[in-house]
């Protein structure tokens, strides 16, 4: 099992900007392809995000050319830079593998935008 932490969220205006970050209790090069996701309340959880061991990345097209996913194997983080965010990008936020684990789930970061 692991453990992923996220941190970065928070209350901001549209078009504002965030950063999140998640460090997971095992090497990212072993686990493989990184995903953030995100939840809605009552909702399931959808992949926003996603980056491969070799830096291939996709990107819901809701979120594509505002949001980058990043890989830093050394500092073994997964990073998610949010810019001109909306108000239907509030959520929680959670980082896991592709596919994802279940039991692997964090407590995630809320993102919550409105004016």
């Known amino acids: 099992q692991v453990q992923f932490v996220e941190s970065g969220g928070g209350s901001v205006q549209p078009g504002e900007s965030l950063t999140l970050s998640c460090a997971p209790s095992?090497?990212?090069?072993?686990?493989?392809?990184m995903a953030w996701y995100r939840q809605l309340p009552g909702s399931q959880i959808e992949m926003v995000a996603r980056v491969s061991n070799t830096g291939s990345r996709f990107y819901i097209d809701h979120v594509q050319g505002r949001f980058t996913i990043t890989r830093n194997n050394a500092k073994n983080t997964v990073t998610l830079q949010m810019k001109n965010l909306k108000p239907e990008d509030s959520g929680t936020y959670l980082c896991?593998?592709?596919?994802?684990?279940?039991?692997?789930w964090g407590q995630g970061t809320q993102v919550s935008v409105s004016s």
């Open positions: 896991n593998r592709v596919p994802p684990r279940h039991g692997d």
């Open positions: 095992k090497s990212i090069s072993e686990i493989g392809t």
